[in-house]
C-alpha cells in the first residue's frame, strides 16, 4: 500500500493488469516489451525509453522549464521564450492555510490555463481537471491537508487574505519530481486565485516555473541550451532528459 501511495502521489505510470509476452532485446539490452492487456486481450509494444520519456515530461512539466526564485520573466523575455511552443506558468509558495480553528503549512501551487501541459492532475470522484477548469474561488488539496485541519470538501479555507473553497482531494499531479523535498501537502489553485490572496508581495519567497511544450520535442536540449544564453545567471534551465538525476541516468543508457 505504501508504495503504491507513492506511486500515486509522483504520478508514476503503472500498467496494474497486463502480462509480458516478450522481451524487445537489441544489442544484448532491453529496450521495452510486447505486453498484453489481460480485460481486452489487446498486444502492445512499450518501449523503456518512449515510458520513460514521457514519465520525464510529466515530472519536469514539459519539454523545457525555467526555474527562477522570487521573481517572474519580463515582458521582453516572456514573448522570446513563448516563441519556441506552448508556455505554462506555475508559482509555488510555502504557506499557512486556515480553517476556522486549526492552521498547517502548506505548499501552494498556482497554476494557468495551460495546466498541466504533460500528465493529468485527477481529483478524487471528479477525473481529471485542467487549469482552464480551476475557479478562482476554490483549492485542491492533498488529503493530508483535510486530515490536518479536521475539514472536508465543500468547506471553506483561508489561504492569505482569501477564504477559498476545498474543491476536491488531489490523487495524481503530474510534475511533482521524484526526488522534491517539500515541507508541508498540496494545495493547487488558479494563478488568479493566487492573486487575490496577498501572498505574492515584494520581498516574499517563492518559486516560479515556466514549462514549454515543444513542436519537437526532440530540441528540448538545443531549445534549454538557447535559453540559457539569452537569460541571466539567476535561471535554472532543464530539459526533460534531466528532470531528474536518476531519470537523467536512465536515459542515458538508453541512447
Known sequence: HVLFEQLVRYGVRTYDEWFVVNLVVEDNQVRGVVAMEIMTGRLALIQARQALE???????????AIELTSRTLSPQELERIAAYGTL???????????????????????VDETYPLYGSLTIAGRGNVTGAEMSPESVMVDAEVLTRLGARVGERVRL?????????????????SLDLF????????????????????????FQSTYALRL???????????????????????????RASGRMETLLERLR
Open 182 to 205: 517539500t515541507l508541508g501537502p498540496r494545495v493547487i489553485l488558479s494563478r488568479k486565485a493566487l492573486e487575490h490572496t496577498g501572498l505574492l508581495v515584494p520581498g516574499s519567497l
Open 160 to 176: 492569505g487574505n482569501s477564504w477559498l473553497t476545498v474543491a476536491g482531494i488531489i490523487e495524481k499531479e503530474p510534475g511533482r
Open 215 to 241: 513542436p519537437d520535442a526532440s530540441r528540448a536540449e538545443a531549445v534549454a541550451h538557447e535559453i540559457v544564453a539569452i537569460g541571466d545567471s539567476g535561471w535554472r534551465v532543464r530539459p526533460f532528459t
Open 88 to 110: 505554462g506558468h506555475t508559482t509555488t509558495v510555502r504557506t499557512m492555510l486556515h480553517s476556522q480553528e486549526k492552521s498547517t503549512l502548506v505548499e501552494a501551487k498556482a
Open 54 to 64: 514521457l514519465d520525464a515530461r510529466e515530472i519536469l512539466g514539459g519539454d523545457v
